[in-house]
């Protein structure tokens, strides 16, 4: 067995037309699903559907049942597929539906801290829940750990008050949502500082914008700096990581585990 095993890998499958690195791919269901079996094969432990694109500058919102109607026509086959599916939405009756249909995981991109029913509603499929850190709008001025200790414990608190048992919480920093680039990357830097939570951590910095601040490059260019962030995240306790481009993900992962394992 390897001394640190490498985290899993949450595949990303976003049926929307206007996700800010594969926005119009996905939207039929057959290359949806077509994604979906390349990326099991690949190695993915869970696939993230999402049917709303939840980037900072450019998504247009979506009502509950336009997400709805997006996703009926996929998640059921990619459920049957038989991996464990995670339902990315912060709307509780999107998330409900979503559950009552296959999917295993709540993803809530405002960490159960937008829609007052969200929590109830993770709590009564029982459903594990990734709590991720979120803020209307980046302020450079604060520390964003700070901020961030802050907002997870708010929304463990709703979690607690809604009986989701702690073993059902994952903790996410939320890479590129309502941050600057630099305290993206002071978050990734300073992950160690969430292991106080006790709680699992999911890292997704697949193709952000902190990685053409350091070196101009478009989001399907991004691959190198998304792979050294998930390699530095998973050496600072991330237990999933969240990537559009599983199979090199996967590789990077594991190469960087064998090699840790002979220490
Ligand atoms: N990032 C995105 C969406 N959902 N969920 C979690 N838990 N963590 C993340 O870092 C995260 C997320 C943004 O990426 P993507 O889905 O590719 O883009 P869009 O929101 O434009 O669909």
Known sequence: MLARPYPAVMGVLNLTPDSFSDGGQ???????????????????????LGAESTRPYGSKP????????RLE??????????????????KATVAAWAFANGAKIANDVWGLQ?????????????????????????????????DMIAFFTRSLDIAAKAHI????????????????????????ARLGEFSRF????????????????????????????????HILAAQNGARIIRAHDVAETVQALRVAAAIEDKR
């Open 165 to 188: 048992p702690a073993e059902h919480i994952v903790l996410d920093p939320g890479i590129g949502f309502g941050k600057t680039p630099e305290q993206s990357m002071t978050a990734l």
């Open 26 to 48: 996905f939207t039929s269901p057959e290359r949806a699903l077509a994604q979906a079996r390349r990326m099991i094969d690949e190695g993915a432990d869970i696939l993230d």
């Open 198 to 229: 006790g709680l699992p951590l999911l890292v997704g910095a697949s193709r952000k914008r902190f990685i053409a601040s350091v070196i101009p490059s478009e989001p399907h260019q991004r691959l190198g700096g998304s792979i050294a962030a």
């Open 73 to 90: 026509a996929i998640l059921p086959d990619v459920v049957s597929l038989g991996v464990p599916v995670s339902i990315d939405t912060m």
């Open 114 to 146: 937008r829609d007052p029913d969200m929590a109830q509603v993770i709590a009564e499929y029982g459903v594990p829940v990734v709590i991720m850190h979120n803020r209307d709008k980046a302020d450079p001025a604060i520390d964003i750990v700070q």
């Open 62 to 69: 979506v009502s509950a049942e336009d997400e709805v109607q």
